[in-house]
Structure formats: structure tokens, C-alpha cells
């Protein structure tokens, strides 16, 4: 009956163009109609389904524009720009002191080269004496002016340091956290994006400039001791100085550099992250944001299962966790796009024997007893250390397929009230409401993430109807928690 009524369709739109005598400026209907008969006369089921793949992936498609809208909007572009041209602005400042610093090369090697020399032309022809005095005036002139542009250089690089200092803050306090809380909700469902591309290229930038200024300042001190021609002492502690904040900032940048990519999966259960079950494989990814050669196959990655936490009687009974096996990965670049990662992909847990019973303890179950996973290196690079670390998102153990559901509901319930930055693992000891407000966001998002679309007023009415009983508008942890989230 569609597939009929569609040809009866295009068959009057044909007319129509026919009675305007606009054929050549409309679709030719004619031709799409003896297709359709041509392919699907006697097989209309046929066409029913390739037209529901179309609309499929029309959802996806309009879905994929949706999560990008808020990095997409003008606001956060001219930010992201913004940022793009400081950045550029930095590394164009350091080569025109890498440029200056030759310069002063030179000029230290010149003036070297005649107070080294000019004594014995002297010696050899004392018609020589009388210019001796004009030479030395000369070199003294010389000698003033590689002072001003020593002093010149490096307040430059001072300059560029306190840049790159408010830059580095900028990554460090609003960006990061920004795509860590865009990581966070993309595990329950959000459609948002959590690329890596721009934050990567900015914290390999920054490092890449940091390094750069280092050895610039390694070049000078390397330049004033070898030519003893003025008092240094001023110079070489100024240069220390400065040398000391350059490392302050190498430090804050590379050891918040690592991040967990995608959060632990199992392969059974891809679109229900963060819930673990023993001896059952699971995934993780984890990137090194700070991109360079120099890092490449420096960094092996070790993981730990641990609570994180010392929790003095919180469980009747403490669960304990370890890795079947040490899953240690060296960082590696050679990955499609290019970044400094490494997927574990073939790591389980077993349960070791648990902690003995207290007394007078709160009572946490199964599925709302949370644990995360660490991520570490040591990094030693130019003479120095730095130790380097990272966690990912609390995850349920379950010891049952059954306790899935619940232990979603755990999952889904902690990432809407804390962030990465407030790791609050004993969160459902006193677990605080959701307003509707949150949770109706969240509820729609489980139903975008499989169905490729979100819940309408009337279906979240009605969802609020069974779930909200105060005029607060706020749902309680125990009411939720026995709501049955199986189909979700």
C-alpha cells in the first residue's frame, strides 16, 4: 500500500510539472516511478528496509551535529582561536630569540677573538701601541652592548615564559577539566564530543616551547662561561633563576599530560562503560597529550586497581582487586592519528581475599562500591624526573550479569553529581538527590545512546510521575536505585 501510494504520488507530481511545462527544472519523475516498479514491484518489503537504513542514518548524522553543537557554537570557536594564536604567537617569539642568541654567539666570539689576539700584534709591531687605547675603548663598547642584549634576551624569555605560564593555566584549569567533564558524560549517554586533536596539539605546543626556552637558557650559561669577558655572576643567577621557573612549568604541564582516552569496557558490554566483571576481559585507552619525539618510547605505562581511598568502617566487607597479570605498555605514535597511546586491551581482574569484618560499619553493596583504576610513569628527559599519573572514572565490579542494571544505575548516578576533579568514592554512603531537572537530562540521554533519539515531554511527564514525590523536584538515590533499568 506504501510503495502504491508513493508511485500515485510522484505520478501527480509529474502532471504537475507537465501542465507547467517545467519538466527540465524538476526531478524526472517518470523515470523514478518505472525504477521503483523496475526493482521493488514485487519486493516492497525490500524497499521498506533500505529506506529505514536511510532514515538510520540520517538519525546518526543529525545526532553527530547535535553533539558537536557546543563546540561548534561561536563563542567557544573564537576561544579555541584565540588560544590557536597565542600559541602560534609563543613559538614565533622563541625563535626570534633563538635568533638573538646566535647573535650574541657571534659577538662574544668576536670580541673574544680580539682581546685574545691584539696583545701580541702589539708585541710584534709597536706601531701597534698607539691604537692599543682606541681598541680597548672598542672593546669595551662591545662589551656593553653584549650586556644590554644579554639582558635583553632574557627578558624576553621571561616575557615569553609568563605567557605561556597563563596559557599553561588555561589548559591545566579549563580546557582539561572542560573535556575530562565531556569524557564523564559521554560514558552515560551524552552526545558530546570528546576528540582529543585540539587539546593535544595545544599540550604539545606548550611543551615543545617550554623545552626550547630551556635549552636557549642552557645555550646562554654555556655562552657565558666560556667567555669570562664580564662579570657573570649577576648573569649566571638570573639565568638560574629563570632556568627554575621554566622547570615549574615542564613539571605542572607533563605530569597532568596523560588521560584516560576511553574508559574501561567490557567487550560484552560496550555501551556500558565502567562496569567490570572478573575474570571477564576488558578495555582501556590511555594518551600522552604532550606529543613529541622526544617522549616517544620514554613512557611505560603500569596499571593498578585500587579504591584510592582509606575508608575507615565504610563495608561490612572490603573488596580487593588485582590484574590477572602485569599489562605494562610502552607509549608508543604509531597509531592512525598519530597519537602517544596505548590501548589495553586484554585486561581482567581477579578478586584477592577480602578484609575482615569490623564492627559498628556502614553497609555499601555490590553495585555501589566503587573502585578506579591507576595509570603511571616515570618520565626522565634532560636530566629530569618527572612522575606522571593518572586515574579512570569509578567502576562497579559486579560479580553477577544480573547486577548489571544496578549497577548502571550507580554509574549513571555518580557522574551526574561528581566530576573527575572531586573523585568522591564514598559517594553512596550518604548519597545525595538529583533534581529532576539533571536526571530527565539523563534519562533522555540512555534512550538517544540506543535509539538515536532522546524522550519527549510526555514520556519524561510520565517518568516523573513514578519517580519525583516532593515539590523540590528532586528524585532520591533509593527510589532510583529500585527502579528496574534492564531495557535500558
Given at each position: 500500500m506504501c510503495l502504491?501510494?508513493?508511485?500515485?504520488?510522484?505520478?501527480?507530481?509529474?502532471?504537475?510539472?507537465?501542465?507547467?511545462?517545467?519538466?527540465?527544472q524538476g526531478p524526472d519523475f517518470l523515470w523514478m516511478n518505472n525504477y521503483l516498479l523496475m526493482h521493488f514491484q514485487n519486493e516492497p518489503l525490500k524497499m521498506a528496509m533500505i529506506l529505514s537504513e536511510c532514515l538510520k542514518e540520517e538519525r546518526k548524522i543529525l545526532a553527530s551535529a547535535n553533539s558537536t553543537e557546543g563546540c561548534s557554537n561561536p563563542g567557544m570557536q573564537l576561544k579555541w582561536k584565540e588560544l590557536d594564536n597565542q600559541i602560534t604567537d609563543l613559538k614565533q617569539r622563541v625563535l626570534e630569540v633563538k635568533k638573538q642568541t646566535k647573535i650574541l654567539e657571534s659577538l662574544n666570539e668576536k670580541l673574544d677573538f680580539i682581546q685574545k689576539t691584539w696583545p701580541s700584534k702589539v708585541e710584534q709591531n709597536t706601531g701597534l701601541a698607539q691604537s692599543r687605547a682606541v681598541v680597548e675603548q672598542e672593546?669595551?663598547?662591545?662589551?656593553?652592548?653584549?650586556?644590554?642584549?644579554?639582558?635583553?634576551?632574557?627578558?624576553?624569555?621571561?616575557?615569553?615564559?609568563?605567557?605561556?605560564?597563563?596559557?599553561?593555566?588555561?589548559?591545566l584549569e579549563e580546557e582539561l577539566p572542560e573535556w575530562k567533564r565531556r569524557n564523564q558524560l559521554a560514558c552515560i549517554g551524552c552526545p558530546t564530543d570528546t576528540s582529543l586533536e585540539l587539546l593535544q596539539n595545544w599540550f604539545t605546543n606548550v611543551a615543545e616551547v617550554l623545552l626550547r626556552v630551556r635549552e636557549l637558557l642552557q645555550k646562554l650559561q654555556e655562552q657565558s662561561n666560556t667567555y669570562s669577558n664580564n662579570d657573570t655572576s649577576n648573569f649566571s643567577a638570573s639565568v638560574a633563576e629563570i632556568e627554575k621557573f621554566t622547570l615549574l612549568l615542564i613539571t605542572r604541564l607533563i605530569e597532568n599530560a596523560l588521560v584516560v582516552e576511553r574508559q574501561p569496557f567490557m567487550q560484552n558490554l560496550t555501551h556500558r562503560p565502567l562496569i567490570l566483571k572478573p575474570g571477564v576481559r576488558?578495555?582501556?585507552?590511555?594518551?600522552?597529550?604532550?606529543?613529541?619525539?622526544?617522549?616517544?618510547?620514554?613512557?611505560?605505562?603500569?596499571?593498578?586497581?585500587?579504591?584510592?581511598?582509606?575508608?575507615?568502617?565504610?563495608?561490612?566487607?572490603?573488596?580487593?582487586?588485582?590484574?590477572?597479570?602485569?599489562?605494562?605498555k610502552v607509549l608508543d605514535v604509531d597509531t592512525p592519528?598519530?597519537?602517544?597511546?596505548?590501548?589495553?586491551?586484554?585486561?581482567?581482574?581477579?578478586?584477592?581475599?577480602?578484609?575482615?569484618?569490623?564492627?559498628?560499619?556502614?553497609?555499601?553493596?555490590v553495585t555501589e562500591d566503587l573502585h578506579i583504576i591507576r595509570f603511571e610513569t616515570v618520565l626522565h628527559h634532560n636530566g629530569q624526573t618527572y612522575n606522571i599519573n593518572t586515574t579512570s572514572l569509578p567502576v562497579v565490579v559486579i560479580t553477577s550479569t544480573s547486577q548489571v542494571p544496578s549497577a548502571w544505575a550507580s554509574i549513571m548516578w555518580w557522574n551526574m553529581l561528581c566530576t573527575s576533579k572531586s573523585m568522591n568514592l564514598s559517594l553512596f554512603l550518604e548519597p545525595p538527590p538529583l533534581s529532576w531537572q539533571h536526571l530527565s537530562q539523563l534519562l533522555s540521554w540512555q534512550f538517544l545512546s540506543v535509539a538515536q533519539r532522546g524522550l519527549d515531554e510526555d514520556q519524561l511527564s510520565m517518568l516523573k510521575e513514578k519517580l519525583v514525590d516532593n515539590p523540590d523536584d528532586l528524585v532520591h538515590w533509593g527510589k532510583f536505585s529500585k527502579v528496574r533499568w534492564r531495557s535500558w
Open positions: 502504491h501510494a508513493l508511485l500515485k504520488h510522484s505520478e501527480e507530481q509529474w502532471n504537475i510539472l507537465l501542465k507547467g511545462k517545467i519538466l527540465l672593546c669595551v663598547k662591545q662589551t656593553a652592548i653584549i650586556h644590554q642584549r644579554k639582558q635583553f634576551v632574557l627578558e624576553q624569555l621571561v616575557s615569553i615564559l609568563n605567557q605561556t605560564s597563563k596559557i599553561e593555566e588555561t589548559l576488558f578495555t582501556v585507552t590511555v594518551r600522552f597529550l604532550a606529543n613529541l619525539p622526544d617522549f616517544k618510547f620514554l613512557l611505560k605505562v603500569k596499571p593498578g586497581f585500587s579504591r584510592d581511598v582509606e575508608e575507615p568502617n565504610t563495608t561490612n566487607e572490603s573488596r580487593l582487586f588485582e590484574f590477572t597479570r602485569d599489562d605494562s592519528g598519530g597519537g602517544l597511546m596505548a590501548e589495553f586491551a586484554h585486561m581482567s581482574l581477579k578478586e584477592k581475599k577480602s578484609k575482615s569484618k569490623g564492627t559498628n560499619e556502614s553497609y555499601l553493596g
